[in-house]
């Protein structure tokens, strides 16, 4: 190490928590040359000042190693450190033996001045020439969406706006469920029970009327499943008509999909690869499994046992009546994507936990295939109703398009009784983005992997960690901004000095320099809700700003710094949102 290192800000740029860690590297291979825990650092900002404004844990990492007790290798590791760091104001260790850093206020103010005018605010574009793709949505083709297709949906689309934002070059794929028995039952239905006017009314409802229909009728009339089954397997050998058919339905579920969901939530996707797209690969999967004796016949299926890798239960890739399962169609996937995209850094997928198993032996197979790209399951907990889960089984479904119509007129109620006094067309492009925002930050917010219950109130309200609190916090600065402007006209606050006189907006500032290791923490842990947490501080931060502390009458050279800061903040907060999925307003 060197006599004197600083946090210095590099381009392209290192966040506070990348400098640090690698200043703690240096000490780690002092004190453990031939051990990789350096590469296991975890750095991150605290909540409680009193704990300095960066902690790390590494000590009792070493403990073990060193054979020695926390406290005594946070001393230790203090010492290296202590007189080789210029932009360090104080290191402490507290009990069990984490140690806390203090940075320094002039560089708190580098490291500020440096962000400020960045359009990522410091955010590196680490993703350059990497490809990543992933996997999101993916309802079933000929039924409507419902709400338990929300969480993969918004989710995903959050883990592809950062990465993104990273720099990737993203690859958004929804792997429709497009082909299988229920086509042969549907084309059945189009022909023999449709109603043509209801089909052009609301062509998702009519062809879930006629799925239920014919499947309730398959269980009593074996004719019917016999015909049921001849139209599949027509389809399935490529006959024009039932093919006509069939894809007519899928082209209008896609357009359904995406002008009364995709729309509306802000969704896009780069590809639509449902099922349908990999089923002439499916025998070449096959083929290649068994040539490398991964695959064997058991009780007259294929089957992957996965002992040797830790997994008991045997991956099916072939029925015992010759059919072909998701596992073979996502084995046929994966190959696809390795030879159809280049520079792939990883391959995510998001689907909900009950898809754990499957995707461990998925993974397993890739393995075994030699397959080396990082893979990745993306999962979250199930949404329920105050009444319980939701079910798709029992006709307790409830239509995504009809949660987020009631979301926008529940919203439009609390706009109302806020600010009646709005003109109308305003209130109601308040109520669509208050009230599709609200939908997707009640999720957002929280950890995925929570089971999480729907609450109309709590994700409408105006206070607490919701969407309308961080939406009108925007505004809040935006209404400065435009009465700054009507006092003074057009303000040189771009070029003024940062001034920072009070406790408050030290406090600001500090949040703000945490912002690009936020970012890189939500992309590592592919968790939205550590955005939505840093949103919901700094907003509090803002408004305890905003009610203590005077902006446009403040004497002019603080007046410029904390119109300055106040844009800062608006800053992050859009840029935020934004990697939400959610749109900003200007006025409430």
Request: net charge negative.
């Amino acid at each position: 190490m060197t006599n004197s290192q600083a946090l210095d800000i590099l381009m392209p740029m290192k966040t506070v928590i990348n400098k640090l860690t690698e200043i703690i590297c240096g000490v780690i291979k002092d004190l453990l040359p031939d051990s990789d825990i350096h590469n296991k650092i975890s750095i991150s900002p605290t909540n409680n000042e009193k704990f300095g404004d960066y902690q790390t844990n590494i000590a009792m990492m070493l403990s073990k190693d060193l054979k020695k007790n926390p406290l005594e290798i946070a001393d230790m590791v203090k010492e290296k450190l202590i007189n080789n760091l210029t932009d360090i104001a104080d290191i402490e260790v507290v009990k069990p033996g984490f140690i806390n850093f203090h940075l320094k206020s002039d560089f708190i103010l580098k490291v500020l001045n440096t962000q400020y005018p960045d359009s990522q605010l410091g955010v590196d574009k680490i993703g350059d020439n990497k490809t990543v793709i992933i996997d999101y949505s993916s309802p079933n083709a000929a039924k409507p969406m419902h709400i338990g297709h929300i969480r993969s949906t918004i989710i995903g689309n959050s883990i592809d706006r950062i990465y993104r934002f990273l720099g990737y070059d993203v690859v958004s794929d929804n792997h429709l469920g497009d082909w299988g028995v229920q086509f042969g039952k549907l084309i059945y239905g189009y022909k023999n029970l449709i109603d043509i006017k209801q089909f052009e009314i609301d062509p998702m409802i009519e062809m879930e009327r006629l799925y239920v229909e014919v499947h309730k009728l398959t269980k009593d009339n074996e004719d019917i499943e016999k015909k049921c089954k001849d139209e599949l397997i027509k389809l399935q050998n490529g006959d024009e008509e039932n093919t006509g058919i069939w894809k007519k339905l899928i082209d209008i579920s896609i357009n359904e999909f995406e002008e009364k969901i995709y729309k509306r939530l802000d969704v896009k996707f780069d590809v639509y690869n449902g099922e349908s797209h990999y089923r002439n690969m499916l025998s070449d999967v096959i083929a290649e499994l068994e040539e490398k004796n991964i695959i064997t016949e058991s009780e007259g299926a294929l089957v992957a046992f996965l002992d040797d890798l830790g997994i008991k239960t045997p991956f099916i890739v072939r029925k015992t009546d010759g059919g072909y399962n998701y596992a073979t169609t996502d084995i046929a996937t994966l190959k696809y994507k390795l030879t159809n995209w280049k520079n792939i850094d990883r391959l995510i997928y998001v689907t909900d936990d009950r898809q754990k198993l499957h995707f461990e032996q998925l993974f397993a197979i890739a393995q075994k295939l030699n397959i080396d790209v990082k893979l990745e399951h993306i999962t979250f907990g199930l949404m329920r109703m105050p009444e319980g889960t939701i079910s798709t089984r029992e006709g307790g479904t409830i239509k995504l398009e009809t949660l987020l119509d009631e979301a926008e007129k529940r919203a439009y109620d609390v706009v109302m009784k806020a600010s009646p006094f709005l003109p109308e067309d305003h209130k109601k492009e308040i109520a669509k983005v208050v009230g599709i925002s609200a939908v997707k930050y009640s999720d957002l917010s929280q950890n995925r992997q929570s089971i999480i219950t729907f609450s109309w109130d709590k994700m409408l309200s105006l206070d607490g960690n919701t969407a309308p609190y961080i939406l009108y916090s925007y505004a809040r600065i935006r209404s400065i901004m435009r009465k700054m402007r009507e006092e003074f006209g057009e303000v040189d606050f771009i070029n003024a000095n940062f001034i920072l006189s009070e406790k408050t907006e030290w406090d600001i500032v500090k949040k703000l320099i945490s912002f690009p290791d936020m970012i890189k923490i939500a992309a590592d842990s592919y968790k939205p809700n550590v955005i939505a947490e840093y949103l919901f501080e700094l907003s509090n931060l803002y408004n305890s700003f905003y009610q203590n502390i005077p902006v446009l009458k403040a004497e002019k050279p603080t007046r410029l710094s904390r119109i300055k800061l106040c844009d800062m903040v608006s800053k992050a907060i859009s840029l935020g949102l934004n990697l939400l999925g959610i749109q900003v307003l200007e006025r409430m």
